[in-house]
């Protein structure tokens, strides 16, 4: 029995995924060599499921489902650490708000961040500010959840730390957070 020495077929990439999302980030994440400095100095790495170096790599794999699977776009803190230490000048923060705008079209994705995420935004566009309360009530909350986190809620409200109400900004106001949003996401 002859063995087969024939190599075995290149498997292709699409790059459509890697283009929208440079395009969107105004990146080139070709460049990146995976030395994880990103990572390295990232405050937030520690609470993400998968690091930034490694959401790079699963970017430019086309692996779409383990990257809207992650957490770590969410949990982003947006202090652009790594943009300054990262030897190619990338900048996960842009990459994360990238990922973040295109996991709106991915619904079957979901996770409390995304949530989370999504009521925060929506406040701000009602309002032209945050309404902590409704995040809360937003963020459809299960009855045991409330019921654990009501004394903490009592506390704030009696130190006037939740707003029964929510703070309306000037209708100019609004209008320029709204103008600021639309900018970002065109299609929400
Ligand atoms: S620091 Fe830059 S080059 Fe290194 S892994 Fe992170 S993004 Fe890639
Ligand atoms: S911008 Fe985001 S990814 Fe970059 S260091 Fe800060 S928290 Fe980490």
Known sequence: MTAN????????????????????????????FSCARCTNSCP???EMDVPPHAIIRLVILDDRSRVFAA????LCAACQTCASRCPNGINMSSVFDALKELAISYQNQTNPERKFHEQFVRQIRLFGRQYELGVTLGMGLSWRTLKRDFP???TLLRRRRLPL??????????????????????SR
């Open 71 to 74: 957490r770590s776009a969410w």
């Open 44 to 46: 937030m790495a520690a």
């Open 5 to 32: 020495t024939n190599p075995s077929p290149a498997t292709t990439v699409s790059t459509d995924f890697l283009n929208h999302v440079n395009a969107l980030a105004g990146e080139d994440l070709v460049r990146c």
């Open 152 to 154: 903490l809620g009592i």
């Open 165 to 186: 109400l929510p703070g309306i900004s000037s209708s100019t106001g609004r209008k320029m957070v709204r103008h600021l949003l639309a900018q970002r996401s065109p």
